[in-house]
């Protein structure tokens, strides 16, 4: 048979040749002859997939226009079954490919009488004389169904056996038996399982009880499309599924990585390299009940020898719980029981497979990858903006395809240059979840507003510098090939209090038009074991996919000395502090320490540190600096002496804090902002610092002799 069509007609002739053979048993058995009245079988479902289209490999799209014709086939006896033979169903058998009971029954493992009983019961769905001639062949009007005891009597060569739970019939649940109370089992009613009467006719689509617990993946392109990294992968885990001898159970592919639609992206393409389909189950799906997910796992592994599928588990939401919690246990005991293709969606190796998984490390297309995906999604806009944002975002493909379709579809109103409208869409997409560890800063400060020496200056211009050029030295130039750590950038802000250290991470974040985020230590540091370390690494991944700006304050809390250990604290303490300083060498990112206490830091800190800034305690001519600058323009001001103000003894923080206690005064009375405001304003400055306070300092002599 050369098409669907051809195949779905021979499978619907030797359905009606089967059903006409097993009434004329049942007639011989019953001792009368009975008319029938068939079911018009339901048509396919849109979405259905034809069995001969799992056979011949074509794709799904092709069984939208074929309907079954198992109804015409029955219809056309007339209701009038001449006698059949058992060398008429055989006949009707030699189709190629083979009719869908038979292919059943091969898959299975199913006898030949176990297939005879199968058909029993599923022909109660096609034909409403069947139930009248089953309580008639059993003698009881009450029977009319189908029963082991029929079966044993009905059919040639019976087998004890095909009643063992042991055996396809009940292993697969191909049948439902309804057993009440104490009644045997060999006259309970037997009925066939609604997928299987469905996949004997040839319809084959995934069983109904699966379907809201599965998310089929779809693939963003075909395999072509994939990066070099990514494409390799799929070929290596290939190469690996075709070198296991037949018969020996397939290795569980562990997909490794914190990158989540990367490895769905290469399992489904390893999948469809294989002929398959991939659908994804959430391992937190998974139910409690050992006997919901046997269920759930003997239904699937049936799934899996009747349509070309592949499982993705994602098993993310329950990883580092432990072995023994539940839903840790529910994964163990599903991929123990499940067979064909399995993939699993961790971070890190899930310990419960043992030796024989296959492991792959897949990580996000490499920054030269995302260059040629940005230049190629892009087309003939492209120019240099390609190399800005794979220099400074890290995306997915699929990510990155689609915000180049959304920003280039949206032209409408936006005037902007393409370039920024990309960076702004990215930093959209990668803005991370820091909520609870993190609060972002609303940068405003700018290269005008900041205050400090020229040597200091040109540091943060240099910090800003290696951030914007990082792809060009790190892959252009061939240093990501020599450094394996170190291709982040450090620095640390170290001043007193209120010298400017926050205003510089502003005014860096403002400039390279980044994400900034003043990470709250409260939500880090924890007292339990291990989760100072699990939030550090969530802090770290978050802000790493769009190149936020981490400014850990107050930074000698957390990147403390280590010490001489003495007990179990000290050690694990230790461990923190160790683990901080790999993290922050292999950050990607900008990280920016700020503390007042640079003494109390680790040294080992210091030596992975790229830059050190000193905000030192601004001189009589910064202090007029600031002065100057601290008053916004609409600010209404008279008579201010700045030369008088600059040598008050305050660093920057403070001065904002005496202009602003000066301006809410200055609107309180309804006047502009005077000298006698600010020094107010100083005076209590002072005396919130407990400083000594010289009178002398704080007394204004207007320009008519009058003392303030």
């Not at 493992?109 to 022909?123: N, R, T, V």
């Not at 209120?498 to 205003?503: A, E, S, W």
């Amino acid at each position: 048979m050369s098409d669907p069509a051809s195949w779905q007609e021979g499978n619907a002739q030797y359905l009606s040749t089967a059903v006409a053979w097993l009434r004329a048993r049942l007639e011989r058995r019953a001792g009368e002859e009975s008319v029938s009245t068939t079911l018009t079988p339901p048509q396919p479902k849109e979405e259905s997939r034809s069995l001969w289209q799992q056979l011949v490999s074509r794709p799904p799209a092709e069984a939208g226009s074929i309907s079954s014709p198992v109804s015409a086939a029955l219809t056309a006896s007339g209701g009038e079954h001449p006698e059949r033979t058992a060398a008429d169903l055989a006949a009707a058998a030699q189709m190629d490919p083979p009719p869908a009971l038979v292919i059943l029954g091969h898959r299975l493992g199913l006898s030949q009488f176990e297939q005879e009983a199968l058909l029993l019961c599923a022909a109660m769905e096609l034909d409403t004389g069947i139930a009248a001639l089953c309580a008639r062949a059993q003698r009881d009007p009450a029977r009319a169904y189908p029963t082991f005891a029929l079966a044993l009597t009905l059919f040639d060569n019976p087998a004890w056996d095909a009643l063992s739970p042991e055996r396809p019939l009940r292993f697969w649940r191909l049948i439902e038996i309804n057993q009440p109370g104490a009644q045997p089992l060999t006259t309970s009613p037997l009925r066939a399982d609604e997928r299987i009467v469905n996949y004997v006719k040839g319809l084959n689509y995934l069983d109904d009880r699966l379907a809201p617990l599965l998310t089929l993946l779809d693939l963003a392109g075909n395999q072509t499309d994939l990066p070099a990294s990514h494409r390799g992968a799929v070929d290596r885990i290939v190469g690996q599924l075709k070198q296991v001898p037949a018969g020996q159970k397939l290795p569980v592919i562990q997909l490794l990585g914190s990158d989540a639609p990367t490895k769905q992206l290469v399992a489904g393409h390893v999948a469809a390299a294989l002929g398959l389909r991939t659908y994804r189950l959430p391992s937190e799906l998974l139910p409690a009940q050992a006997a919901e997910l046997e269920t759930l796992a003997r239904l699937w592994q049936r799934e899996s020898l009747l349509l070309p599928v592949a499982l993705y588990l994602d098993a993310q939401a329950c990883e580092g719980e432990g072995s023994h919690s539940a839903q840790a246990a529910a994964v163990n005991r599903l991929l123990g029981r499940v067979t064909g293709i399995t993939f699993v969606d961790t971070r890190e190796v899930w310990v419960g497979l043992g030796e024989s998984a296959l492991l792959a490390d897949i990580a996000k297309p490499t920054p030269v990858e995302q260059r040629a995906a940005w230049a190629t999604a892009l087309g003939e806009q492209a120019g240099d903006t390609p190399a800005l944002l794979a220099g400074q975002f890290s995306l997915n493909l699929a990510s990155l395809q689609q915000i180049a379709r959304t920003v280039l579809s949206e032209t409408a109103g936006d005037t902007r240059p393409l370039r920024d409208r990309l960076w702004d869409a990215c930093l959209a997409s990668t803005r991370p979840r820091l909520n609870a560890m993190a609060q972002r800063l609303e940068p405003k400060a700018t290269w005008d507003d900041i205050v400090l020496p020229p040597a200091e200056v040109n540091l943060l211009h240099e910090i800003v510098a290696q951030v914007g050029q990082r792809s060009t030295v790190y892959e252009e130039w061939g240093f990501h090939d020599k450094m394996s750590r170190g291709l982040g950038i450090s620095a640390l802000f170290a001043g007193e209090s209120g010298t400017g250290k926050t205003m510089a991470a502003e005014v860096i974040a403002n400039h390279l038009r980044l994400s900034l985020y003043r990470i709250d230590l409260s939500a880090v540091v924890s007292k339990y074991i291990g989760e100072t370390e699990k939030n550090l690494r969530r802090l770290f991944e978050g802000g790493e996919d769009g190149g936020a700006i981490l400014f850990f304050d107050e930074a000698d809390a957390l990147f403390g000395k280590r010490s001489e250990v003495k007990d179990s604290h000290d050690r694990y303490a230790n461990i923190e502090i160790n683990y901080l300083l790999q993290r922050m060498e292999a950050y990607r990112g900008l990280a920016i320490l700020a503390t007042n206490m640079k003494s109390a830091l680790d040294p080992a800190f210091l030596r992975r540190l790229r830059f050190v800034v000193n905000f030192s305690f601004p001189g009589v001519a910064e202090r007029k600096a600031i002065w100057q600058k601290v008053f916004p323009p609409r600010t209404p001001t008279r008579g201010l002496d700045l030369d008088r103000l600059a040598r008050l003894n305050l660093t920057g923080g403070h001065i904002h804090n005496v202009a602003l206690k000066a301006a809410f005064l200055a609107a309180h009375g309804g006047t502009p902002v005077t000298m006698p405001l600010v020094l107010e304003s100083a005076r209590a400055e002072f005396r919130k610092l407990d400083r000594p306070i010289n009178e002398a300092d704080f007394r204004w002599q207007g320009a008519a002799g009058a003392v303030a």
